[in-house]
């Protein structure tokens, strides 16, 4: 063969590989890109509607991926608790704020408890069990020392600041608390109930430690220690008040996760809970006349209060 015929031969080759790899080369791409394209396009999306109590439509979310359950104001005084796939439900949501909402087409409602199902119990309950019950807060139990004014038991005690947290418990609360109950006979029965955190939400690191020591102490003289939940906010209401979240669901959520797991649950148990919280989300509580969202009506004080007595017999 002549070599100008060889070499246009294997010019030829070369080409003709060249042109066969390329071609592989863009099939392979291009079912990459189809391949994407089908994936991407097929992410199941969904849609879920979210109603008021009767019906109407408040809010349509679309979604792929996690989305939450908001949390909604009624700008009425009645208080929203969660959501419902029943219309007109008062009381036991199935789904709260910050809830993951379940991945599929649906309609919630909105469960709200009404101002006039806020009813203070009948009478004033009295622990059975303990001889003196204190109470130690901020300015919810505040708001429950005004609540009753006159006609709170006398062997019940309530040590509380305002705004404060545990800055407040460590400089004075817990001097005033133990000044009181070296006060007490030795044979007393005495429970000791703790409500601190709401003004703690961003940083209660410190809170297990502490709390801790200020059981030992206080079981020393005789008390039972008990540690009240960090109570329910309404977010939306918060916001709508102040122009901005300064709490939210999530917060309480993880305080009192903190609070269950460190202080009253385990081998290092100091405290018994007292689950005001759930109890509060899932049968209704009613915001004060500022509807602030924080704080409660004098019937939810009270009711809060007898669930407490309740609870510690």
């Known amino acids: 063969m002549k070599r100008e015929n060889l070499k246009k031969l294997l010019t030829g080759a070369v080409l003709g590989l060249a042109v066969f790899c390329l071609m592989v080369v863009l099939t392979f791409a291009g079912t990459q890109l189809v391949s994407a394209a089908v994936k ?7 849609t879920v509607t979210l109603c008021k109590p009767d ?10 991926g996690k989305k939450k359950f908001p949390s909604a104001d009624t700008r009425d005084g009645n208080m929203f608790l969660g959501w419902s796939r029943s219309k007109k439900k008062t009381k036991k949501p199935s789904y709260y704020a910050d809830d993951i909402i379940p991945r599929k087409n649906a309609v919630y409602y909105m469960v709200t408890f009404r101002k006039n199902q806020d009813k203070a119990p009948a009478k004033i309950r009295q622990s059975s069990n303990y001889d003196n019950v204190w109470f130690v807060g901020d300015s919810r139990f505040l708001g429950m020392k005004h609540a009753f004014r006159k006609t709170i038991p006398s062997n019940v005690s309530i040590i509380c600041k305002g705004g404060k947290g545990l800055g407040w418990f460590r400089r004075t609360g817990f001097d ?14 005495m429970a000791v109930v703790i409500n601190l955190g709401v003004n703690d939400l961003n940083n209660y690191s410190e809170y297990p ?3 801790k020591k200020v059981s030992e102490v206080l079981t020393s003289y005789g008390c039972d220690m008990y540690y009240m939940s960090v109570n329910p906010v309404n977010s939306a209401m918060i916001r709508n008040y102040r122009g901005y979240y300064a709490r939210t669901e999530k917060q309480i959520r ?60």
């Open 40 to 46: 991407k396009n097929s992410v199941k999306k969904y």
């Open 55 to 64: 019906g109407k439509i408040w809010k349509k979310i679309n979604f792929s």
């Open 176 to 189: 005033k608390l133990l000044e009181q109950v070296k006060e007490m006979p030795a044979e007393s029965r």
């Open 209 to 211: 430690n502490y709390m």
């Open 254 to 313: 993880n305080i009192n996760k903190m609070i269950y797991n460190k202080l009253c649950s385990g081998s290092n148990k100091c405290y018994t809970y007292v689950d005001t919280n759930n109890y509060l989300r899932r049968y209704g509580w009613i915001s004060n006349n500022k509807n602030d969202g924080v704080h409660y009506s004098d019937e939810t004080y009270k009711r809060i209060y007898d669930y407490c007595i309740r609870c510690i017999g």
